[in-house]
C-alpha cells in the first residue's frame, strides 16, 4: 500500500483574530488595493495611476509582505516565501 503525504492547506477561520493566530509565519493571503491606499500603506509614492488596482500580500496577522502588479504575482510571491496564500473571503 502506497502512503501519500500531501500538506493540506488550513481551513479558513471564522474570525480575523483566528485568522492572525493560525499558522504564524505559514498562512498570506491577498487583498486588491487601489494605488492610492498602497501609497498610504507603504508610506511613499509610487507611480502608479491613484485607481490602479495593486494586489497585497499579507501574513495572516495583517503584516504586509509585498505589493504586485497581479494577483498572480502576489500569489507567486507567497510561495518564493514558503507561505500557504488563501483566500479569507
Do not use: W
Not at 509614492?45 to 494577483?71: E, F, H, N, Q, W
Request: net charge negative; proline share 8%; hydrophobic share 40%.
Amino acid at each position: 500500500m502506497t502512503d501519500h503525504k500531501t500538506k493540506r492547506l488550513p481551513q479558513i477561520p471564522e474570525s480575523e483574530i483566528a485568522l492572525a493566530n493560525m499558522g504564524m509565519g505559514e498562512v498570506a493571503y491577498v487583498r486588491e488595493l487601489p494605488a492610492q491606499e498602497v501609497e498610504q500603506l507603504i508610506g511613499q509614492k509610487i507611480d502608479a495611476d491613484p485607481a490602479t488596482p495593486l494586489y497585497c500580500l499579507y501574513l495572516a496577522d495583517g503584516t504586509p509582505v509585498s505589493v504586485s502588479d497581479s494577483r498572480e504575482a502576489a500569489i507567486a510571491n507567497a510561495f518564493e516565501h514558503d507561505l500557504a496564500a488563501i483566500n479569507p473571503n
